[in-house]
């Protein structure tokens, strides 16, 4: 079993900042991909960010381009979303996703509860 463990949801005003961490635990081979989704009320989950392990890649949503960053640190099996510049829009709860090789036959999907975040004007 995988374990994602997410951290740094809260609530700011338009214009702040936020940093959420997503590590990643228990038996893993290896980690294809990390990301983050996120979810409004009444709205579908949607992909946000993610990044590709083992080339490097990163991939990003058109609604934030420019705004978050996202970054790994292949040693402790994390993600960092840098989310820059929010919005009201943003206000959702922040899922992280991991696609990990748990076995020599096994690639799985995890998620993680998932983190709230909120921007109010």
């Known amino acids: 079993q995988v374990q994602l463990a997410e951290s740094g949801g809260d609530s700011v005003h338009t214009g702040g900042s936020l940093r959420l961490s997503c590590a990643a635990s228990?038996?893993?081979?290896?980690?294809?991909?990390m990301g983050w989704y996120r979810q409004a009320p009444g709205k579908q989950r949607e992909l946000v960010a993610r990044s590709f392990f083992s080339t490097g890649d990163s991939n990003y949503a058109d609604f934030v381009k420019g705004r978050f960053t996202i970054s790994r640190d292949n040693a402790k099996n994390t993600v960092y979303l840098q989310m820059n510049n929010l919005k009201p829009e943003d206000t959702a709860v922040y899922y992280c996703?991991?696609?990990?090789?748990?076995?020599?036959?096994?690639?799985?999907?995890?998620w993680g509860q998932g983190t709230q975040v909120t921007v109010s004007s």
């Open positions: 228990g038996r893993i081979f290896s980690i294809n991909v």
């Open positions: 996703r991991c696609n990990a090789r748990v076995s020599d036959l096994s690639v799985l999907d995890y």
